[in-house]
T-cell receptor
Framework: AQKVTQAQTEISVVEKEDVTLDCVYETRDTTYYLFWYKQPPSGELVFLIRRNSFDEQNEISGRYSWNFQKSTSSFNFTITASQVVDSAVYFCALREGGGNKLTFGTGTQLKVEL | GAVVSQHPSRVICKSGTSVKIECRSLDFQATTMFWYRQFPKQSLMLMAT?????????EQGVEKDKFLINHASLTLSTLTVTSAHPEDSSFYIC????????FGPGTRLTVT
């Protein structure tokens, strides 16, 4: 069965600090997809990234970067030079290749303060 | 811009009444849509998978007679909460998309 663990319930940082959100997953499939979503206070989930299991190349998008490590079943998300607007709940999710359901982690509440 | 829309964004209803929530894919056809429920400060829990032209697939523990799903077209799925009770108060979110999997803005239901 697939499972996603986000051990960090809440993280508080001061603006301009770098912050890494951890995500560890479990699956028996060799083909799977990993996602990160941002949920600001408004509630809407904002898609950030989708990564397939065959692509271990790390990705950078502006201040966001993702580190995919199959050896440790982790897909961590780093925000560089955090800003107050980054304050939100961030969810990691997994979809196995043979299915179409997303399994979500419990989310990490990120608070960026001035 | 948004690729999945939901309506209404917020609804308050009295106990015992039914509420319908619409989910639309805006610029693509979705043979499958997904309905989630989220309680405050909790994660998203999949309720059911909506299939165009056929019956929805419900997750274990979700009452199909209470949460009616209809997926009558390739761009519209509806979730009807029948005979709503205060414990049905929650944030309901739909999702669609094969690869990217976008989410609607959600519907906050309050049952009084």
């Amino acid at each position: 069965a697939q499972k996603v663990t986000q051990a960090q319930t809440e993280i508080s940082v001061v603006e301009k600090e770098d912050v890494t959100l951890d995500c560890v997953y479990e699956t028996r499939d060799t083909t799977y997809y990993l996602f990160w979503y941002k949920q600001p206070p408004s509630g809407e989930l904002v898609f950030l990234i989708r990564r397939n299991s065959f692509d271990e190349q790390n990705e950078i998008s502006g201040r966001y970067s993702w580190n995919f490590q199959k050896s440790t079943s982790s897909f961590n998300f780093t925000i560089t030079a955090s800003q107050v607007v980054d304050s939100a709940v961030y969810f990691c999710a997994l979809r196995e290749g043979g299915g179409n359901k997303l399994t979500f982690g419990t989310g990490t509440q990120l608070k960026v303060e001035l | 811009g948004a690729v999945v829309s939901q309506h209404p964004s917020r609804v308050i209803c009295k106990s015992g009444t039914s509420v319908k929530i619409e989910c639309r894919s805006l610029d693509f056809q979705a043979t499958t849509m997904f309905w989630y429920r989220q309680f405050p400060k909790q994660s998203l829990m999949l309720m059911a998978t909506s299939n165009e032209g056929s019956k929805a697939t419900y997750e274990q523990g979700v009452e199909k007679d209470k949460f009616l799903i209809n997926h009558a077209s390739l761009t519209l799925s509806t979730l009807t909460v029948t005979s709503a009770h205060p414990e049905d108060s929650s944030f309901y979110i739909c999702s669609a998309g094969k690869d990217r999997r976008d989410f609607g803005p959600g519907t906050r239901l309050t049952v009084t």
